[in-house]
């Protein structure tokens, strides 16, 4: 894990110092509201229905046990006790007072967390492969050049006033869990012919009220020259992205209105003025931040482990989970954990100070004292001894994280949607809850397999319902919440935009429609086929019959 | 009339350190030159009349926009003592762009102005993005200016000022940015 120096620990300091004037400033009336507005966003205080709301950055989602102790305090002090981990691995308090919050930041900066650039229209906190430098497979672990992004792009002079909030995701390995073609820049960490490190870069990618996959501007940047090239595409867009119109002022507009062949050539453009003018990043400081990314010590252990398998044949349910929540690790004799925080009936991405704690607990005791959060709002403990996952497979059970669903039907993707949020049009939780009670049985969600059901309250799509392979969007119908639901949507290597299929549902008829698409798919799939496969092999028809009938 | 830009609807002149007087004087388009002033026009009128202004007046400078073409500016820079980039409102980001690039990509030396309502807590990013000084409005606190400008002692990136990035302190090369102002 990366660790802080003296300069970044200064750093830290001000922005605390800062946000302390600032706040004093505000409460004396030096600062009108619409001039706080952007300064508190961009250290990520929000004000929302009942309270303000605080998000606070886990850097491409890696945490030490330490920090998630830190944050479990932080919900205990100055929260209701529980915190909220959400799609873009952050983690959300939802009761803040104002004038708790340059305390609450002075904690977090003890522990190197931050609220930085977690809102506002500026460049967001970075995200990563929830699995970086513990997969197989990966050309580079995406968490070095994550890094080197965060501190690049941390109070950047030129653009912490952008357009619109910009959004940076980095994937190192073929398969892409990091969704980067859904962002505003996505890195796909490559080799090229030369076998050179490098990125292909997406550009424009987006959700909201108009979806748009990236536009790949680039099949290979070469790796020293990333910085400059970033700032080429920022520099394009904060000077031309449109602000006249909050809707239209995300990169993927201005992709669009100028056509991604002038949009590049004005980006290539930009670039060849700029990129020798000492923006990239030196050396030498690339291997340093490297260096805190070498895989730790692991054990040299002989597979396979005969207790973990005889384990896996003694106990059904065990096996279960370790089927749907371990992935293999790059390391003989261990494993990848996904802690799914997706109880049945739960509200996803909740955790309560007691299970951080617990959390932090098993990751000392059996994960080098490391976590992961992913976007699919989990936790994950990236390096567990095969001969351990047992043992935590039990503590999980007892705080009520055992839950052998990650990757199924009841692992949704929820915003908070009505129940906390101001935008949000129609309550989200509460449909993820009803559910994920309809597919309980556990049996069930294994015969149905892998299925990504993503709900947003509103259309700004936080719960990205575009990227689900069953899509839920609520909105306001004459008063009435009421859902739409889009089939076919991804965020992975494949990505596409799911597809409204028909009229919406209403709260009550919602969850029954879900289960008739789920039913429709398991009467037409073929053996070993997944609900995305057999839906981008059949298409919308039979789906839409069992929703609404026979069409004539 | 042509009056003191520090006096234009009470608004003051400051630069990093507080107020300072100034002998800018903003015309109208429709204003005269006072032979041996210095006056500040705008955009049009400099591309109209840029050949009686700059035999008319002491010094010329001229107020843009943050989406002014950069391109049609550049044949006056070497004569121009003065831009001034107006932010539309607060949270308009492209004068910071248009600074860097005026310092950095066309060498203009001169005062760079930022005048509308950004707010003391972005004139460290100003600074760092080439501007020298700044018209705001009286209710601008100078005590908040002076706290704001040194709110950070180090950055990561670096910015026109030619400051040492902490990467470059990290390599111990404290001393690589400073020689070239």
């Known amino acids: 894990m990366y660790i802080y120096d003296d300069f970044d620990h200064t750093i830290a300091k001000q922005r605390v110092a800062e946000f302390r004037d600032q706040v004093n400033r505000r409460i004396k009336g030096e600062l009108t509201e619409e001039q706080f507005r952007p300064l508190r966003l961009m250290n990520g ?68 967390l931050h609220g930085n650039q977690t809102s506002g229209n500026c460049v967001r906190n970075v995200t990563a492969d929830h699995f970086s430098g513990v997969i197989d497979g990966e050309i580079e672990d995406p968490r070095i050049v994550s890094e080197a992004i965060r501190q690049w792009s941390t109070f950047h002079p030129e653009f912490s006033w952008l357009p619109r909030k910009f959004k940076i995701a980095v994937t190192g390995a073929e398969k892409d869990r990091a969704a980067v073609q859904w962002h505003d820049i996505g890195l796909h960490i490559v080799r090229d012919d ?56 995300r990169i993927k507009i201005l992709v669009r209105d100028l056509g991604p062949e002038e949009f590049i050539r004005q980006v290539e453009e930009e670039w060849e003025a700029s990129r020798h003018s000492g923006v990239n990043l030196p050396p030498e400081e690339e ?23 005889d384990a896996k044949k003694a106990n059904r349910a065990f096996a279960q989970w370790i089927s749907t929540n371990v992935h293999p690790h790059k390391t003989p004799g261990y494993a990848i954990v996904t802690i799914s925080l997706k109880p049945i009936g739960g509200i996803p991405g909740d955790a309560s100070a007691e299970q951080m704690e617990a959390v932090a607990s098993l990751a000392e005791r059996f994960s080098l004292a490391e976590i992961r959060v992913s976007h699919i709002q989990n936790l994950v403990l990236p390096h567990v001894r095969q001969a351990d996952l047992f043992a935590v497979w039990q503590e999980l059970g007892k705080i009520g994280f055992a839950n052998a669903n990650a990757g199924l039907v009841t692992d949704i993707i929820a915003c908070p949607g009505l129940d906390y949020c101001s935008l949000a049009n129609a309550r989200s939780i509460p449909v993820a809850q009803r559910i994920s009670e309809r597919f ?113 | 009339m042509a009056s003191p830009v520090n006096q234009v609807g009470s608004n003051r002149v400051l630069d990093r350190n507080g107020p300072i007087t100034d002998g800018w004087e903003r015309l ?22 840029h050949n009686a202004l700059f035999a008319e007046a002491a010094a010329v400078g001229v107020e843009v926009g943050g989406d002014v073409n950069l391109d049609e500016l550049e044949p006056f820079l070497p004569r121009l003592g003065l831009i001034v980039v107006r932010f539309a409102f607060m949270r308009d980001g492209r004068p910071f762009s248009v600074g860097r690039l005026l310092r ?76 070239s102002a």
């Open chain 1, 45 to 112: 205080l929000y004000l929302q229905l009942h309270a303000y709301m605080l998000r606070i950055a886990v850097p491409y989602g890696t945490l030490s046990a330490a920090q998630m102790r830190k944050l479990a305090h932080i919900a205990r002090v100055y929260d209701r006790g529980y915190g909220h981990f959400t799609t873009r691995q952050n983690i959300q308090y939802n009761w803040i007072k104002l004038e708790q919050v340059p305390d609450l930041m002075a904690e977090l900066a003890t522990v190197q």
């Open chain 1, 194 to 249: 030369a076998g050179e490190v490098g990125y292909a870069v997406y550009v424009g990618g987006g959700m909201g009220r108009i979806p748009v996959l990236a536009t790949k501007v680039r099949g290979f940047l070469p790796k020293r020259e990333l910085l400059s090239y970033l700032e080429a595409i920022l520099r394009v867009y904060n000077r031309y992205g449109r602000r006249d119109n909050i809707h239209k002022a």
């Open chain 1, 287 to 309: 291997i340093r931040i490297a260096r805190y990314f070498e895989p730790p010590a692991y054990e040299k252990i002989a597979v396979p482990v005969a207790a973990f398998e």
């Open chain 1, 440 to 552: 309980a049985d556990l049996d069930r969600q294994h015969k149905i397999g892998a299925l990504q059901i993503k709900i947003s309250g509103c259309i700004n799509a936080c719960g990205h319902h575009h990227a689900g392979h069953i899509g839920i969007l609520g909105v306001d119908k004459a008063g009435q919440e009421f859902y739409q639901l889009t089939l076919g949507g991804a965020g992975d290597e494949t990505a596409s935009t799911g597809q409204l299929i028909g009229p919406g549902f209403s709260s009550d008829g919602i969850v029954d429609a879900v289960e008739k698409v789920i039913d429709a798919y398991l009467d037409l799939r073929q053996p070993n086929e997944t609900f995305i496969s057999a839906y981008r092999r059949v298409g919308p028809a039979p789906f839409k019959e069992k929703l609404y009938g026979v069409s004539r």
């Open chain 2, 28 to 49: 109208a388009d429709d204003e005269t030159v006072k032979p041996g002033a210095a006056v500040l026009v705008s955009f049009q009128r400099l591309k109209n009349e």
């Open chain 2, 104 to 179: 950095e990509r066309f060498h203009y030396t001169r005062d760079l102005r930022a005048v509308g309502d950004f707010i003391p807590d972005q004139i460290l990013f100003l600074l760092r993005c080439g501007f020298n000084s700044f018209e705001a409005g009286p209710d601008f606190s100078v005590d908040a200016l002076k706290h704001g400008v040194a709110a950070y002692t180090v950055w990561y990136q670096r910015g026109v000022e030619r400051n040492v990035t902490i990467a470059e302190r990290r390599l111990g090369k404290e001393n690589l940015g400073q020689e």
